[in-house]
Each structure stands twice: as structure tokens, then as C-alpha cells.
């Protein structure tokens, strides 16, 4: 740890030597969850998942996971449970279900996109339980998570970290580590609320191009060539350009992580009048039914 940023990368390797084998659970094999449980598998790791809809188990049951038909039946095996759900309230309904269940020095990550009091509360709640709680959401969408090159945002007590480095390891390039329950879900709020906004001001800007009489692959090759655009708008200019908004980050989730951003800036009396708009605009785009749509549709709803 370095003190003056109280943080710090680690590569893959650096924690190798602090290989455990735990018992590991997952629940919530979604579009992420179900591709960071296989690269759990490949490296060896003895996993049990649950799913709500346990059809989506199959490919990591062939792969040699096992799969309990419960929350509690999981939680029951395990000594360490990774969630990677929707939303707070599923978060806090599920954690309700496993932690009485865990044995006392279990550990919790919750890598789902959640607010920090949130997390907090997690935090205060696994305590209660005898059982360590990290968050750690995950910089990087589908095609980083089924690579194992994610970025978790971790936040917790440094020797719980380090025990839980390996896996985390399994599943991302890198971690940063940032000592304190709800530091992990302070820094995903600034990326995602970053990622909302680029994303409309981008098609914006795109939008005026065309407006002006511009070609749009040509306004897309020199926006993306700029500094002042976000590399995201890099990888995604092809996509745009073909209306290709095939889902790798539903843009409900974004909507979502919008809303927990404002309201975390209201906890903390913060005015985000830019982004107060930008909801608006991801409103507009799910009231249109983009909601199961790439969050990048929102380039459907602003281009003329
Ligand atoms: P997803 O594909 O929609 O998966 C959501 C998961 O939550 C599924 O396992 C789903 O179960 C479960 N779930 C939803 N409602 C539930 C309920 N009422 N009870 C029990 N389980 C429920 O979403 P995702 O893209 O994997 O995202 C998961 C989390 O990661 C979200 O917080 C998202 O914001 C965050 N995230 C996503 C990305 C991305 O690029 N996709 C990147 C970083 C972070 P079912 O399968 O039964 O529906």
C-alpha cells in the first residue's frame, strides 16, 4: 500500500504466493456474473453458483461448477460469497437470505453497481453476522469480464483484501484497493456517472455534426481522434456508425446507476445539475423501450 494514496494496483501475479482454496459461491449469473464465475473455474477454484433463473447455470455447471437451487442451501457450503446482482434491493434481499446462514469468518464481496451508504449499511450488516464485507464493483462490460481483464474497485480492510486477492485476480487485471467498506461503490458512482455523460454528449455532438451537413463516420473518425473525447466513444464508434446496440451494458443498469448517483450527491448535499439532465435523457430512452438495449442506444434516441 502506498500511504500517501492510501491505494494500489496489483497485477495478476502479485499475490500469487497468497493462493487460498475457500469454498467459493456466486450468486447472480447475468450478463457479467456468469462470466466472471467461469474464469473462477479455469483457475481452479471449487465453485457453487446460484441463480434466480438457474437455466443460465448450465454452461458453468459443464464447466464443473455445482449449483445449490437455494440462497441458503449456497450459503451453507461455502466459506466466501460473490454477488454480482441488479440493484440495491436485490443485493439487500439476497445478503438477508445467506449471511445468517454463513459461518462466522466468512467473507462477502459484493462486486454489483450499488450506492456507498449502501455498501455501508452491507457493511455494518455483515458485521452484525460475524462475516467480512468487501465491495468491490467492476470497471469493464462484457467482453473484460469473459477475458478475466476487469477492474475491481475494492474496498474493505486490508488484510480482508489481501486474502480475497486471488480471486479477484482469476477475474481482472487489476484491483485497487481502497481500504474502507464503500470506497470501492464512491469511485464506480464517478466512473458510471462519467459514462452516462460522455455517452449523451458524445451523440450530441454527433447529432450537431450531421445537423451541419457533415458525413457521420467521418465526425465519428475525428471526435474519436481528439483528446476531448472518452476512449469508451474509441471502441464504440463502429458500433454507433452501424446502429449496432446489441447489449453489453443495459442501458436500464446505467439509468439505475444514474439514480443512485444523484441520490448519493443529495446525501451529501452535492448539486449535479448536468447530470440531473442526463437522467432525463436515459428516461426518455427507456420510456422509448431501449431499456434492454446496449446503454450506447442512447445514441438511437439523440442522432437525427
Ligand atoms: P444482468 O445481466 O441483468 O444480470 C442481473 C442479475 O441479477 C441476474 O443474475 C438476475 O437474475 C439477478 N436479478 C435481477 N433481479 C433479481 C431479483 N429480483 N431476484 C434475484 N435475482 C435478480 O446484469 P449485468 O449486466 O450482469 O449487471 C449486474 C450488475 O453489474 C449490475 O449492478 C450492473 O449495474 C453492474 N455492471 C454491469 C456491467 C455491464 O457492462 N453489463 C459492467 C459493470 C457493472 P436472472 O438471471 O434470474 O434475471
Known amino acids: 500500500m502506498t500511504e500517501k494514496h492510501n491505494f494500489c494496483f496489483c497485477d495478476p501475479y502479485t499475490f500469487a504466493l ?3 482454496d475457500m469454498k467459493i459461491g456466486f450468486i447472480g449469473l447475468g450478463i457479467m456474473g456468469s462470466r466472471m ?7 481452479g477454484y471449487d465453485l457453487t453458483v446460484y441463480n434466480r433463473s438457474p437455466e443460465k447455470a448450465k454452461n458453468l455447471i459443464d464447466q464443473g461448477a455445482k449449483l445449490s437451487s437455494t440462497v441458503l442451501e449456497l450459503a451453507q457450503s461455502t466459506d466466501i460469497i460473490f454477488t454480482m446482482l441488479s440493484t440495491p ?4 434481499n439476497t445478503a438477508k437470505e445467506f449471511l445468517p446462514a454463513l459461518e462466522k469468518g466468512s467473507w462477502w464481496v459484493d462486486c454489483s453497481t450499488v450506492n456507498p451508504s449502501f455498501s455501508k449499511k452491507m457493511d455494518l450488516l455483515a458485521k452484525n453476522h460475524g462475516v467480512h464485507f468487501i465491495d468491490a464493483p467492476v470497471a469493464g462490460s462484457k467482453a473484460p469480464a469473459e477475458h478475466g481483464e476487469l477492474l475491481f474497485l475494492a474496498g474493505g480492510k486490508e488484510e480482508d483484501l489481501s486474502a480475497i486477492a486471488p ?3 482469476a477475474m481482472g487485471k487489476k484491483t485497487l484497493y481502497l481500504n474502507q467498506a464503500g470506497n470501492g461503490t464512491n469511485m464506480k458512482m464517478l466512473i458510471n456517472l462519467m459514462l452516462a455523460q460522455s455517452m449523451a454528449t458524445f451523440a450530441e455532438a454527433v447529432s450537431l455534426g450531421k445537423g451541419m451537413g457533415l458525413d457521420e463516420g467521418l465526425v465519428l473518425n475525428i471526435l474519436t481522434a ?3 473525447v472518452s476512449p469508451v466513444m474509441g471502441l464504440l464508434k463502429d458500433r454507433l456508425l452501424n446502429r449496432d446496440f446489441d447489449v453489453n451494458f443495459p442501458l436500464k443498469w446505467i439509468h439505475k446507476d444514474i439514480m443512485l448517483a444523484l441520490n448519493t450527491a443529495s446525501e451529501v448535499n452535492v448539486a449535479m445539475p448536468s447530470l440531473e439532465q442526463t437522467e432525463e435523457l436515459f428516461k426518455n430512452a427507456l420510456d422509448a423501450n431501449l431499456g434492454e438495449m446496449d446503454f450506447s442506444a442512447i445514441y438511437k434516441s439523440l442522432i437525427v
Open 167 to 169: 480471486y479477484f485476480n
Open 18 to 20: 497468497n493462493k487460498i
Open 37 to 43: 464465475a467461469s474464469n473462477l473455474i479455469k483457475a
Open 226 to 228: 481528439t483528446p476531448v
Open 89 to 92: 434491493e436485490v443485493v439487500n
